[in-house]
Each structure stands twice: as structure tokens, then as C-alpha cells.
């Protein structure tokens, strides 16, 4: 049986009404960092999971990053 296709930061966004710079501000991140993560290129976990944090605390979720198709770095 395959798995649901996991949830992407740039779709996370898109059902809501913040920009992508408004993320980045409450998440404390560039908003470079935040278009690599929506464009799937990787970034470092300690980035993604800030990006996460602030996805779930704005949308009242808890989402964990094995839930999130993000690309890391190693």
C-alpha cells in the first residue's frame, strides 16, 4: 500500500494567508532559506524544522518534519 504524499512547506503557505517573507520573519529566517524550501533544494534541518515550528504554532498544527517533503542537507 503506498503512503499519502507528504505535505510540502510551499503548499502549507499557499492555504494560508501569509507571505513567504511574513513566515520568515516569525520563523527567523531568511527568506532565501524559505524559497530553497519551497523550491526543493536543501537546507539544514535546524532551518527546516524553524520553518516547521512556525508553520505549527500559526496554524495550530504539529506537523514533525517526517511529515514534510523537505530537501536537507547531510
Do not use: C, H
Not at 503557505?13 to 527568506?31: C, V, W
Amino acid at each position: 500500500m503506498s503512503q499519502p504524499p507528504k505535505l510540502t512547506m510551499k503548499y502549507m503557505r499557499e492555504q494560508s494567508t501569509f507571505t513567504r517573507a511574513a513566515i520568515a520573519r516569525y520563523a527567523k529566517l531568511s527568506e532565501e532559506t524559505m524559497r530553497k524550501m519551497e523550491e526543493g533544494q536543501p537546507v539544514s534541518r535546524e532551518s527546516a524544522q524553524k520553518a516547521l515550528n512556525a508553520f505549527n504554532q500559526l496554524f495550530n498544527t504539529s506537523y514533525s518534519l517526517d511529515q514534510i517533503d523537505v530537501a536537507l542537507l547531510d
